[in-house]
Nanobody, 120 residues
Framework: VQLQACGGGSVQAGGSLRLSCVAS????????LGWFRQAPGKEREFVAA????????YSADSVKGRFTISRDNAKNTVYLQMNSLKPEDTAVYYC??????????????WGQGTQVTVSS
């Protein structure tokens, strides 16, 4: 199983980025998916999750109204649209597959991470 995340970069506060994560080696449409992030010196934290059908999503309070998770099962891809970015969103972002949950321990498969840097 491989998860390949991309789309990170450096933006100014208020800007937008869209992260993508392409999965292979698994029956993508049967897996819940999540995005997590980890800032330097901090623990990995939940950002958003989406159920295997895409019918249910859940986001952390810190990103609600700004970030949107979605998936395209035909392309084996999960997305994270990030708008109104803030400096505190700066972190390495990881995609994960397994369950539809907020605890990183619920996820077996992880991507390599993509850096997002937001400057003020």
């Amino acid at each position: 199983v491989q998860l390949q995340a991309c789309g990170g970069g450096s933006v100014q506060a208020g800007g937008s980025l869209r992260l993508s994560c392409v999965a292979s080696g698994l029956t993508f449409s049967t897996y819940g998916l999540g995005w997590f992030r980890q800032a330097p010196g901090k623990e990995r934290e939940f950002v958003a999750a989406i159920s295997w059908t895409g019918g249910s999503t859940y986001s952390a309070d810190s990103v609600k109204g700004r970030f949107t998770i979605s998936r395209d099962n035909a392309k084996n891809t999960v997305y994270l649209q990030m708008n109104s970015l803030k400096p505190e969103d700066t972190a390495v972002y990881y995609c994960a597959a397994d369950r539809y949950g907020i605890n990183p321990r619920e996820y077996e498969y992880w991507g390599q991470g993509t850096q997002v840097t937001v400057s003020s």
